[in-house]
């Protein structure tokens, strides 16, 4: 675990416990929601050891282990989680005034796949059927739209939606995800922050927030060396890699995949590659997908380019395809420059859902220890 490593659900271990019966040999410990140990089966030898189990628990925690304890996930608590749903609900009908926004839900998606189409179901015929691009955060609190706001959030817990690799919906890339695992939602109840994450509630420890910002403020910090244009209004996201491709002389790779036997439905590697072999990743944080996406994007492009032959031979053909030249090719990739823009101010590490700043974190740490650079490139986009 790394210092921002906290959301383990399962620990598995050997543990030497002398004092516990059979502790003369390795004891194998598991913990998830609850602590798996071998224990006695004689009335004395069991209390026995329910007695040293419980001066083990007394004892202060492990300092590689306190990590784990500045995200807690809250269980068996029905009075604080409803107050949190409350807060939830409210935040569904005044969206503007919380911290709201969309979640992406990767481990109920094949992340091979790219979605062209969604779908809505359980908020009524109006949404069920086939939409274009990929979910938003406005259209599905539209389809939560109520005359009754306390419902909202009855009804996004029966929503589900389904992602397509086709327009006409009859190529799913996912099942139907619940609605809530589209979310992410931050309040804060009694002096504590608390976090939504893919349906479970968190209590996070406020010194824990503060050493995550800073570790996602100085990733902002970095000069990312190049500098990406101003997004015109009324622009979308395509339009402006064609303008930024301009602006940087570099080569118009957005929606251009490759296909190999490790990414057999294809990978767009990035949006832009510079001529001095930067790989330009760009994304509108609040109408496509969101951050957590574009940052996984930019992991499983850059990591193909470091470990796959293949992946490297078709990035090559792809280049020279759309007219790049092959000296502009990074052999190994070297620096990772992620766009990110929202409409009417530069985004920042404040803008960032916590969980998404654990993505960053993360993400990045992982793509510098196989020798990349990775920097944040705030666009303006106007209202």
């Not at 303008?243 to 251009?256: E, F, I, N, P």
Request: hydrophobic share 40%.
């Amino acid at each position: 675990m790394g210092d921002f490593g906290e959301l383990v659900t399962r620990l598995v271990a050997k543990a030497e416990i002398p004092s516990m019966t059979g502790g003369k040999q390795p004891l194998r410990i598991r913990g998830a929601d609850a602590l798996s140990a071998p224990l006695a089966r004689t009335p004395d030898s069991l209390v026995a050891d329910l007695d040293v189990l419980e001066s083990i628990l007394d004892e202060p925690a492990a300092a590689e282990l306190e990590v784990l304890e500045q995200l807690v996930v809250i269980k068996h608590k029905p009075e604080l989680i409803e107050t949190l749903e409350g807060a939830l609900s409210q935040a569904l009908a005044t969206p503007d005034q919380a911290r709201l926004g969309l979640s992406w839900p990767h481990e109920r998606i094949d992340e091979n796949g790219t979605p062209t189409s969604f779908k809505i179901m359980g908020a009524g015929r109006a949404w069920a059927h086939v939409q274009d691009g990929t979910p938003e955060l406005g259209f599905l609190l539209d389809a939560l739209s109520t005359d009754k706001p306390d419902e909202r959030l009855d009804r996004l817990k029966r929503m589900r939606v389904q992602l397509f690799r086709d327009a006409d919906g009859e190529e799913p890339i996912s099942t139907a995800i619940p609605g809530l695992k589209w979310l992410a939602f931050e309040t804060e109840a009694e002096g504590k922050r608390y976090c939504l994450h893919d349906t479970t509630w968190y209590l996070m420890d406020q010194d824990y927030a503060r050493r995550l910002r800073e570790r996602t403020q100085a990733i902002f910090d970095r000069d990312p060396g190049i500098s990406l244009p101003e997004w015109p209004p009324g622009m979308n996201e395509a339009g402006y890699n064609v303008l930024a491709a301009s602006v940087l002389r570099g080569t118009l790779l957005d929606q251009k995949f490759i296909y190999t036997d490790l990414h057999r439905r294809g990978i767009e590697v990035c949006d832009i590659l510079s001529p001095d072999g930067t790989l330009v990743h760009v994304k509108n944080l609040e109408s496509s997908a969101p951050a957590s996406h574009l940052l996984s994007q930019a992991l499983v492009s850059a990591d193909a380019l470091l470990h796959d032959e293949e992946a490297r031979s078709k990035f090559r053909t792809v280049v020279e395809t759309a007219g790049g030249e092959a000296t502009s090719i990074p052999n190994p990739v070297r620096t990772v420059v992620l766009g990110v823009a929202r409409r009417g101010r530069l985004v920042s590490s404040e803008h960032l859902f916590t969980f998404t700043q654990v993505t960053l974190v993360r993400q990045v740490a992982a793509l510098q220890s196989r020798g990349v650079d990775v920097f944040v490139a705030p666009i303006l986009r106007r209202a």
